[in-house]
């Protein structure tokens, strides 16, 4: 049997994959007139040539927190957070925040919230655009199909939290149309064990007029330039980001697979559908428009 390739089987057993493909990517909404698309093109153009023009200041927090905000506002997206108005907890080191992954759109919203060390897969240095930025405030990079390279990158995150900083990873190691399936990858969870540090777990959502929607969702063989258009056609999109209280895992107690287990709970939660359930139900809402 051939497959197809947004659903060819991963490289190794470690490789993260998901199901999910363009097919799973819908409007929930009628979408924006053509001058508010050109409108906002212009916009987010101005904003990212902003960003650029940052230069290294772009690594400061108030200034990453603000271009992350004016990058969102600039696709006409509205940010909703609960719990927690800050990703860190409180202590002496920084804090593992892990969250679901649906879109590229999920970095620049936590960065809006709080800027931290994201951990990023490494294709994302050389978008365009997107990738300078991104790489300018100081972003860790991973090449999720090597094995080689991930206890490296563990001792790092591992590095940067002993040193108070920070660290944002999405378990998954791959995005999901609902940011719901596939399980947690426990390598990461090893970093927070070493360094002592607490884990934040984080969930994203995206509806459009308050319905479930994937047309955030950046999966399977989409690419960038084609998710972007999708972004700024659509109408009343908003990216909730519920921030839950922390975990403080101990090391001498718990394990990387136990941690991942009760992060994995706290962020998917029984409330969340599965892939198939969300596709089904952005479906009943009408064809894509």
């Not at 097919?23 to 053509?34: L, Q, Y």
């Not at 884990?199 to 330039?225: C, I, M, N, S």
């Not at 975990?247 to 941690?259: A, G, K, Q, S």
Request: net charge positive; proline share 6%.
């Amino acid at each position: 049997m051939t497959v197809p390739a947004a659903m060819s089987l991963p490289a190794h057993a470690w490789a993260a994959w998901s199901p999910c493909t363009t097919g799973c990517v819908a409007h929930a909404a009628d979408r924006v007139p053509a001058t508010r698309v050109a409108r906002r093109a212009a916009v987010f153009g101005r904003a990212v040539l902003g960003a650029l023009v940052s230069g290294r200041r772009i690594a400061e927090p108030e200034t990453l927190r603000a271009r992350a905000a004016t990058l969102l506002d600039s696709l006409g997206i509205r940010l909703e957070v609960a719990g927690d108005s800050t990703l860190s907890a409180p202590g002496t080191t920084g804090t593992l925040i892990v969250a679901n992954h649906i879109s590229w759109l999920d970095i620049i919203a936590l960065l809006s919230i709080e800027p931290v060390v994201m951990l990023a897969k490494r294709e994302i240095a050389g978008w365009p655009l997107i990738g300078p930025l991104v790489t300018r405030a100081g972003t860790l990079y991973i090449d999720r199909d090597s094995l080689r390279e991930l206890p490296a990158t563990v001792r790092e995150m591992a590095a940067r939290l002993r040193d108070g900083q920070s660290v944002m990873a999405f378990p998954q190691g791959i995005t999901w149309c609902a940011g719901t399936g596939g399980s947690f990858r426990r390598a990461t969870f090893q970093a927070a064990l070493d360094a002592g540090a607490p884990v934040r777990p984080v969930t994203l959502d995206y509806v459009q007029h308050g319905a479930p929607t994937t047309v955030a969702a950046f999966v399977g063989e989409d690419d960038f330039g084609h998710s972007l258009r999708r972004v700024i056609r659509a109408d009343g999109l908003t990216v909730r980001v519920n921030v839950h209280r922390p975990l403080r895992p101990l090391r001498d107690v718990d394990d990387r697979r136990r941690v991942a287990a009760q992060a994995q709970a706290t962020v998917c939660g029984a409330r969340l559908p599965l892939h198939h359930a969300l596709h089904h139900e952005v479906a009943a809402l009408g064809p894509a428009r």
